[in-house]
C-alpha cells in the first residue's frame, strides 16, 4: 500500500496494467529497431501504418478541442492538432522519402486492422468519454513513445552508432522538443487523475489497459509485416 501511495497517478495507472506496458514499450519490434536489426521491410510497414495512425492523431485532438470545457484546454487541443497537420506530417513524409516511399504511395495506402482497431478504439474512447478519457486513451502514443526512446538508449544492446539505420528513429523521441511534450502531457494528467474517485480511475485503468493491448498489436504487425 505504501508503495502505490508513493506513486503519482500516472504510474499508478502503469501499474494497473505493468506487464502489457512492458509488454508495449519493450516489444521485441523495439528492441530488434534499437539494435538495428530489425528487417527494412517490416521498419517501412511501419512507417506506412504510422502515416495513417498520424492522421487519425490529429482526428482525436480535433475531438480534443470539441471536448475541451475552457479556453487552456481548447487551446492545448488545438495546439496539438496544429503540430501534428502542420509539422509532424510534413516530417513524416520526409522521412519515409528517405526510405523509398514516396507521397503518392502514402496517399493510396489501405489501413490494416491493427492500425483501424486502434485508431478508432482512441476515437471511440473519447466520443463516448470525456477529455480525460481521451487523454488516457492516447498515453501510449506520446508518453509511450518518449518513455521508448529513453529506454532504448539505456540499454547495452542499442546500436547508438550511424551504423544503425534507425538510430535517426530513437534520436526523434529522445529529442528535447519531444520529450518536453511528453513531459508537459504527464503533468496535465497527473493533475487530472489526482481528482477523480477510485471507481472512475478503474474505468480509466481499462480503457488504459485497452488502448496499450493495440499498441502491443500494432508493434506486432510491424514486426511481421502484415495486417
Not at 530489425?38 to 498520424?54: G, M, N
Request: net charge negative.
Amino acid at each position: 500500500m505504501t508503495y502505490l501511495q508513493d506513486l503519482t497517478p500516472l504510474q499508478r495507472l502503469q501499474q494497473s496494467c505493468q506487464a502489457e506496458w512492458q509488454a508495449y514499450t519493450q516489444h521485441e519490434f523495439v528492441r530488434q529497431l534499437g539494435a538495428g536489426q530489425l528487417s527494412a521491410e517490416a521498419f517501412r510497414y511501419y512507417l506506412k501504418q504510422d502515416y495513417l495512425f498520424l492522421i487519425h492523431f490529429a482526428r482525436a485532438w480535433g475531438l480534443a478541442v470539441y471536448k475541451s470545457r475552457n479556453i487552456r484546454e481548447l487551446r492545448q487541443g488545438l495546439d496539438s492538432l496544429k503540430a501534428i497537420v502542420d509539422v509532424e506530417l510534413d516530417l513524416h513524409v520526409t522521412y519515409c522519402d528517405s526510405w523509398g516511399i514516396s507521397e503518392d504511395e502514402l496517399a493510396e495506402l489501405p489501413e490494416e486492422r491493427a492500425t483501424m482497431a486502434y485508431t478508432r478504439y482512441v476515437l471511440d474512447a473519447g466520443n463516448r468519454g470525456d477529455l480525460l478519457d481521451l487523454h488516457v486513451a492516447l498515453v501510449p502514443c506520446l508518453i509511450g513513445y518518449a518513455e521508448i526512446g529513453s529506454w532504448l538508449v539505456s540499454q547495452d544492446f542499442t546500436d547508438q552508432t550511424e551504423a544503425n539505420p534507425y538510430l535517426p528513429w530513437i534520436n526523434m523521441y529522445i529529442s528535447d522538443e519531444f520529450q518536453a511534450a511528453a513531459q508537459a502531457e504527464i503533468h496535465w494528467l497527473n493533475q487530472q487523475l489526482a481528482d477523480v474517485s477510485p471507481a472512475r480511475f478503474q474505468q480509466l485503468c481499462a480503457v488504459f489497459k485497452d488502448a496499450t493491448r493495440l499498441e502491443i498489436d500494432f508493434w506486432q504487425a510491424g514486426l511481421e509485416g502484415k495486417a
